[in-house]
């Protein structure tokens, strides 16, 4: 008899399918979010839940749910929006931590079950800092835990390895640094940056294993190994982007999607980290919106 051979499940595939929400267009600020298939597509708008803001985070935990975090109102908060397995957004939760914006999240953890919120601006200003706040495998955000490595605002975030995170590029100054995110959730001391130092960029996972770094300003990507090793720049197809979001999809793919100028078109990324060219948009053009991967 030929074995059994069990089919392979969220945390070991990853997720399927991806939603981005919340950001800014010209007359304000919005909680509306969009749907992207297991292929990549992007579905139409779908009325917001929770307080319309812009600046805000967002990851996977549970190893099929999300959650958006932190934000600005107008006001900084510090409030949550979990995701169901069906990409329904839910009410606004208490925050917990310290308000701020500009922040940065991704998951982490033996089953891709948790997450972390870390880094972002305090303002009014350039008031940067370099707190997390982790995420339990039920959504839950804890308190402030005391920072590692240089604070910053703009900067992004994606798993690597099946269980680790990655922290990298922001400003003020403009740096190209990057954090580890163990798979306890410990962020480690800087390391050395490659590639152009840029902020308001994007992050995802691609290839159930690893990470890119794409779009910002000035407009480039950079692929992150299964080790978490941060390979050079690479120009990338489409358009020149910055303010965007990035989640993954259909368990090794990722896709690009809004940002500056409040567009709306997207880029997919294969299984091997190649971008692809603009995606004619579907939804409201927005930017300073955040995105992450359910089911």
Do not use: W
């Not at 990851?59 to 600005?72: A, L, R």
């Not at 779009?215 to 303010?243: C, E, Q, R």
């Not at 567009?263 to 300073?288: A, F, I, K, P, W």
């Amino acid at each position: 008899m030929f074995p059994i051979i069990p089919a392979a499940s969220a945390a070991e595939s990853g997720n399927k399918e991806g939603i981005f929400a919340y950001g800014t267009v010209d007359a304000g600020k919005l909680s509306m979010s969009n749907l992207v298939s297991n292929t990549g597509v992007v579905a139409a708008d779908v009325t917001g839940v929770g307080t319309a803001r812009n600046q805000v985070a967002g990851c996977e935990y549970g190893g099929n749910k999300g959650i958006f975090g932190y934000g600005v109102t107008p006001t900084k908060v510090s409030m949550t929006n979990l995701v169901t397995n069906a990409g329904v957004v839910g009410a606004d939760v208490t925050g917990v931590g310290t308000v701020r914006g500009e922040v940065a999240a991704c998951n982490y953890g033996g089953d891709r079950d948790k997450g972390i919120f870390g880094f972002g601006n305090l303002g009014p200003g350039a008031v940067v800092t370099n707190l997390v706040n982790l995420v339990t495998n039920e959504g839950v955000v804890g308190t402030d835990v005391t920072g590692v490595g240089t604070s910053r605002r703009g900067l992004a975030a994606c798993e690597f390895g099946g269980d680790q995170g990655i922290f990298g590029f922001g400003g003020y100054p403009v740096l190209s640094m990057t954090n580890l995110v163990t798979n306890a959730g410990v962020v480690g001391a800087d390391v050395t940056g490659v590639g152009t130092a840029r902020y308001f960029l994007a992050a995802c996972s691609y290839g159930e294993d690893k990470g890119i770094f794409g779009y910002g300003s000035p407009s480039m990507t950079n692929l992150v190994s299964n080790v978490g090793v941060v390979a050079s720049d690479v120009a990338h197809a489409g358009s020149n982007n910055s303010s965007l979001a990035a989640c993954e999809f259909g368990g090794d793919q990722g896709i690009f999607g809004y940002g500056g100028g409040s567009v709306s078109h997207t880029n997919l990324v294969t299984d091997e980290g190649v971008v692809g060219t603009d995606v004619t948009g579907v939804g409201t053009g927005r930017y300073q919106l955040a995105a992450c991967s359910f089911n």
